[in-house]
């Protein structure tokens, strides 16, 4: 009896990962001072970034259920950067909303262990449970303040939203293994059923790759699967919304565009259902972020806005298109992230969530945290030379490339919509008198301040020098079979 | 022997059931059992795919998604036992402290 070959070093950053997740809930019991947790979860982060840089080329794992290529290892490496940033925020402020500290840091480890498992999962059997293993841990991580009514809410709305999604991705996936025979990408991208078994249930293909989509739009935020957004957003404590709105969006979406370029081989109707979706998306996320009070609710439904035009570059179904779509995650990690940092920098010890209205006159209470998220609030409207600009152009691009300038239009007139609360956000820092009752924020620690300093810096290299990352994503691209 | 379609026309019966049975219920607990006969549904599409391909896949794919309700239960009935902590309450119609 021989056993198969499980090539383990593919799954490095996840036992790195989880070893500490574990490591932190044994330890928790014996160490008083929980900051230490803190940098120990943070230090087992960017052991597992580290990892990734060791990779050989990409040989499948596990017999074909797990696969690091380029789009895997780009991605793992974008939700690593958004955990170890998101840590790093959490360290000054988990004391606000938990005396539990030790299960939330390991929690967060595991949710980002089952994002980087989405991002390298190359058959649906690893890519359903890799989905489950990060929502798992993120429905608990939405409602950690228990004493806040709001929390549980959203962790309530999030989990019964969340399991009712995942039954139709579920069915979708069933539905799929139905019409193909078989549960691997690689064996589904061929084209060719196992055993040489007659498909009598081929055409039930597009309706399995429609409630995937429901499935996984979910995830990542499309309308009309976006209703839980923005209350969960809102609900959450603040560095968990920053993690969550930026990780699960990049591991999802890393699997969306490995499952579209496996379907290649079929006829592709569903392109069209993407192009609608983005439309929907982009639009309605704007529309409703105008009219917002909350800028965490802005923020969420900017995060609905931001899902749409990341997925106007996979309705292009090319190369371009995918480019710009991973472009757009990276360069949506750090203006997002940065952004919420920036948000939970100024809401006092006993608030989760900030008005616009606070913000007034910020510039001249502390001018250097004015300043950077002006430069978030820039990027994410897509002002050059920001990687919010480069981002929205080559999605853009991939979609005229595709012959879809009608939607790259839409597009386009959607960044001008959202510019609109962007700057808002912007004049009321520093054209607007403070309010009477601005009372003043506990003053951000140096872990808050470098996770914004470090984001806005990557904001920035991110568009001004592109051409390290524009090398790995091409090549990340170039391993999938878009045509 | 059962064609396989017929198994397929009854999972899918089953899940538009459970489809529903989310839409139209207010109370928690309801809404969260009609997810679990979603899963359920799709549980048996994978089997009776499983038995017509005669391969394995369908069956351990099974296994997976029951691992996961069963998680998905342990997480679930957490949450909803802090709801109802501070609500009092498993209808979904009364917790409305988020919205806009």
């Not at chain 1, 044994?26 to 982060?45: E, H, M, N, P, T």
């Not at chain 1, 939970?344 to 300043?371: I, K, Y």
């Not at chain 1, 003043?440 to 020098?465: Q, S």
């Not at chain 1, 691209?477 to 045509?483: H, P």
């Given at each position: 009896?021989?056993?198969?070959?499980?090539?383990?070093?593919?799954?490095?950053?996840?036992?790195?990962?989880?070893?500490?997740?574990?490591?932190?809930?044994?330890?928790?019991?014996?160490?008083?001072?929980?900051?230490?947790?803190?940098?120990?979860?943070?230090?087992?982060?960017?052991?597992?970034?580290?990892?990734?840089?060791?990779?050989?080329?990409?040989?499948?794992?596990?017999?074909?259920?797990?696969?690091?290529?380029?789009l895997g290892l780009f991605t793992t490496a974008a939700v690593?950067?958004?955990?170890?940033?998101?840590?790093?925020?959490?360290?000054?402020?988990?004391?606000?909303?938990?005396?539990?500290?030790?299960?939330?840091?390991?929690?967060?480890?595991?949710?980002?262990?089952?994002?980087t498992?989405l991002t390298i999962?190359?058959?649906?059997?690893?890519?359903?449970?890799?989905?489950?293993?990060?929502?798992?841990?993120?429905?608990?991580?939405?409602?950690?303040?228990?004493?806040?009514?709001?929390?549980?809410?959203?962790?309530?709305?999030?989990?019964?939203?969340?399991?009712?999604?995942?039954?139709?991705?579920?069915?979708?996936?069933?539905?799929?293994?139905?019409?193909?025979?078989?549960?691997?990408?690689?064996?589904?991208?061929?084209?060719?059923?196992?055993?040489?078994?007659?498909?009598?249930?081929?055409?039930?293909?597009?309706?399995?790759?429609?409630?995937?989509?429901?499935?996984?739009?979910?995830?990542?935020?499309?309308?009309?699967?976006?209703?839980?957004?923005?209350?969960?957003?809102?609900?959450?404590?603040?560095?968990?919304?920053?993690?969550?709105?930026?990780?699960?969006?990049t591991a999802?979406f890393a699997?969306?565009i490995?499952?579209?370029?496996?379907?290649?081989?079929?006829?592709?109707?569903?392109?069209?259902?993407?192009?609608?979706?983005?439309?929907?998306?982009?639009?309605?996320?704007?529309?409703?972020?105008?009219?917002?009070?909350?800028?965490?609710?802005?923020?969420?439904?900017?995060?609905?806005?931001?899902?749409?035009?990341?997925?106007?570059?996979?309705?292009?179904?090319?190369?371009?298109?995918?480019?710009?779509?991973l472009?757009?995650l990276?360069?949506?990690?750090?203006?997002?992230?940065?952004?919420?940092?920036?948000?939970?920098?100024?809401?006092?010890?006993?608030?989760?969530?900030?008005?616009?209205?606070?913000?007034?006159?910020?510039?001249?209470?502390?001018?250097?945290?004015?300043?950077?998220?002006?430069?978030?609030?820039?990027?994410?409207?897509?002002?050059?030379?920001?990687?919010?600009?480069?981002?929205?152009?080559?999605?853009?691009?991939?979609?005229?490339?595709?012959?879809?300038?009608?939607?790259?239009?839409?597009?386009?007139?959607?960044?001008?919509?959202?510019?609109?609360?962007?700057?808002?956000?912007?004049?009321?820092?520093?054209?607007?008198?403070?309010?009477?009752?601005?009372?003043?924020?506990?003053?951000?620690?140096?872990?808050?301040?470098?996770?914004?300093?470090?984001?806005?810096?990557?904001?920035?290299?991110?568009?001004?020098?592109?051409?390290?990352?524009?090398?790995?994503?091409?090549?990340a691209?170039?391993?999938?079979?878009?045509? | 022997?059962?064609?396989?379609?017929?198994?397929?026309?009854?999972?899918?019966?089953?899940?538009?059931?459970?489809?529903?049975?989310?839409?139209?219920?207010?109370?928690?607990?309801?809404?969260?059992?009609?997810?679990?006969?979603?899963?359920?549904?799709?549980?048996?599409?994978?089997?009776?795919?499983?038995?017509?391909?005669?391969?394995?896949?369908?069956?351990?794919?099974?296994?997976?998604?029951?691992?996961?309700?069963?998680?998905?239960?342990?997480?679930?009935?957490?949450?909803?036992?802090?709801?109802?902590?501070?609500?009092?309450?498993?209808?979904?119609?009364?917790?409305?402290?988020?919205?806009?």
């Open positions: 009896m021989t056993f198969p070959t499980l090539n383990l070093p593919v799954i490095s950053p996840q036992i790195v990962l989880v070893v500490a997740a574990l490591v932190i809930l044994i330890a928790d019991l014996v160490i008083v001072q929980k900051r230490i947790l803190g940098w120990i979860s943070l230090v087992a982060a960017l052991g597992a970034l580290a990892t990734v840089f060791t990779y050989r080329p990409a040989s499948p794992a596990f017999q074909n259920m797990a696969l690091a290529d380029g690593l950067i958004a955990a170890a940033l998101a840590l790093l925020l959490s360290v000054e402020r988990v004391a606000d909303f938990t005396r539990h500290a030790g299960a939330y840091y390991a929690l967060i480890l595991l949710a980002t262990a089952g994002m498992a999962a190359s058959d649906f059997m690893t890519i359903f449970v890799a989905i489950e293993i990060l929502s798992l841990a993120l429905y608990v991580l939405s409602g950690f303040n228990r004493r806040d009514a709001r929390s549980s809410e959203a962790a309530l709305k999030y989990f019964l939203l969340g399991a009712f999604a995942s039954g139709f991705l579920l069915y979708g996936i069933a539905l799929i293994y139905g019409a193909t025979g078989t549960t691997n990408l690689a064996a589904i991208a061929q084209g060719i059923a196992p055993l040489s078994v007659s498909l009598p249930f081929a055409p039930l293909l597009p309706l399995g790759v429609g409630l995937l989509l429901v499935g996984l739009g979910f995830k990542v935020a499309l309308v009309p699967f976006h209703m839980w957004t923005p209350d969960v957003y809102q609900g959450a404590p603040t560095p968990v919304t920053a993690f969550m709105s930026v990780g699960t969006k999802s699997a969306l490995r499952v579209l370029a496996a379907l290649g081989s079929h006829d592709r109707p569903w392109l069209l259902a993407l192009a609608g979706l983005a439309v929907l998306t982009m639009t309605l996320g704007n529309l409703a972020a105008l009219r917002q009070t909350s800028l965490k609710r802005m923020l969420a439904y900017s995060s609905i806005a931001h899902a749409g035009y990341i997925v106007t570059g996979l309705a292009a179904g090319n190369p371009r298109g995918a480019e710009g779509a472009y757009y990276l360069a949506y990690t750090f203006m997002n992230l940065g952004a919420f940092a920036v948000l939970l920098a100024v809401q006092r010890r006993e608030e989760n969530d900030v008005s616009v209205e606070r913000l007034h006159g910020l510039a001249a209470r502390q001018p250097v945290l004015a300043v950077l998220m002006a430069l978030f609030m820039f990027s994410l409207a897509g002002i050059p030379p920001l990687a919010g600009f480069f981002a929205k152009l080559y999605v853009f691009s991939g979609a005229v490339e595709a012959g879809l300038a009608w939607l790259a239009i839409v597009g386009v007139i959607n960044s001008a919509i959202g510019a609109y609360y962007y700057l808002r956000v912007t004049v009321a820092m520093f054209m607007s008198e403070p309010a009477a009752d601005a009372a003043e924020a506990p003053k951000p620690g140096w872990p808050v301040m470098a996770t914004i300093a470090i984001a806005a810096l990557a904001t920035l290299l991110l568009g001004i020098w592109q051409f390290p990352w524009m090398q790995s994503i091409i090549q691209v170039s391993t999938l079979a878009l045509r | 022997m059962v064609p396989t379609t017929y198994y397929l026309i009854l999972s899918a019966i089953l899940f538009a059931l459970g489809v529903i049975g989310v839409l139209v219920r207010r109370n928690v607990l309801i809404i969260f059992m009609s997810v679990e006969m979603m899963l359920n549904a799709v549980n048996l599409t994978f089997a009776a795919l499983s038995k017509h391909f005669l391969s394995l896949n369908g069956q351990v794919f099974m296994l997976m998604a029951m691992v996961v309700a069963a998680a998905e239960v342990a997480v679930g009935l957490a949450i909803v036992m802090t709801v109802v902590r501070h609500r009092d309450t498993t209808n979904i119609e009364d917790v409305n402290l988020l919205k806009g």
